[in-house]
């Protein structure tokens, strides 16, 4: 509505006509109407003051929602920021669906082939098949990842689109370890411990781990390989941090365009587990 705007006090953000008058002692923030003013729904919840869904329009930042909530609590997570978009989930979804059809044809030639009967083969074919069914239950995270901290650039450059979530956990002290080992688990986090005493805990690697490609995906999104030197060299992790064991994937095809897809769909699947392991 073009005839109101808000203002924001240390409690909550008020929307009123244009012909009212109120007292600035208090107010934080104040937003005018535009012309040709898009406005929309955004919301934002977890530790900040005033969590909630918020009408903003298309020229308001990240950094102004942050304003417009009161700002983060003394709990909040600043380095494990989540914020999800309708249009990087669609992006998402998209990628898994066309992996998904790619090893579904990749399977039906194999099955019509009748060089194909081996048992190393039918083994392949399994694994192919578990991971189309792990493409169906991905609950898929639209995740923007980076710094998302208030008043970074990132913030302060993120202009909201219609539907945007932004999730702001508690401070983090776990850390989690998926994929490829005896007992996957979300464990407390211990100063003294590197990722191989993680991965000792999630009862180590399966034959199936994909040892060169082990990485960390960062309570912020951003994912880093842990080689092997890593492992030498006595890394620590930081908290929030999820350990990632990948499949070998070379194992299941050596057709590259199969191991493109059946990598995208392990990629995407271990982004959503991560951010599940944060927000729980």
């Not at 081996?118 to 083994?123: D, F, I, K, T």
Request: glycine share 6%.
């Amino acid at each position: 509505n073009l005839n109101l705007f808000s203002y924001t006090d240390q409690e909550k953000t008020y929307f009123l006509d244009l012909s009212n008058s109120i007292l600035s002692d208090d107010m934080v923030l104040m937003n005018f109407p535009e012309m040709n003013i898009t406005t929309f729904e955004v919301e934002i919840t977890g530790q900040v003051m005033n969590p909630g869904r918020y009408i903003v329009s298309n020229s308001t930042t990240l950094d102004a929602l942050y304003s417009m909530a009161g700002g983060l609590t003394s709990r909040a997570a600043k380095n494990a920021i989540l914020f999800s978009r309708d249009e990087i989930k669609k992006r998402e979804e998209k990628a898994v669906k066309q992996a998904r059809e790619l090893i579904l044809d990749a399977l039906i030639s194999q099955s019509g082939n009748p060089l194909s009967t081996s048992s190393a083969s039918a083994s392949d074919m399994q694994g192919l098949i578990s991971l189309i069914e792990l493409s169906e239950d991905i609950e898929f995270g639209g995740r923007l990842t980076g710094d998302l901290t208030p008043g970074s650039l990132n913030s302060l450059n993120t202009y909201l689109e219609p539907n945007d979530k932004v999730v702001i956990p508690a401070i983090l002290n776990t850390v989690s370890i998926i994929g490829e080992v005896l007992q996957p688990t979300t464990t407390f986090m211990r100063d003294d411990y590197t990722y191989s005493d993680y991965l000792d805990i999630a009862g180590n690697l399966t034959k199936f781990a994909d040892k060169r490609n082990i990485y960390v995906i960062r309570a912020n999104g951003i994912s880093i390989p842990v080689d092997n030197g890593y492992f030498r060299k006595g890394i620590y992790p930081e908290p929030g941090d999820t350990l990632v064991v990948p499949r070998d994937l070379e194992k299941l095809s050596p057709i590259p365009l199969i191991s493109v897809a059946t990598r995208v769909i392990s990629d995407v699947a271990f982004a959503a587990a991560s951010l599940n392991s944060i927000q729980n």
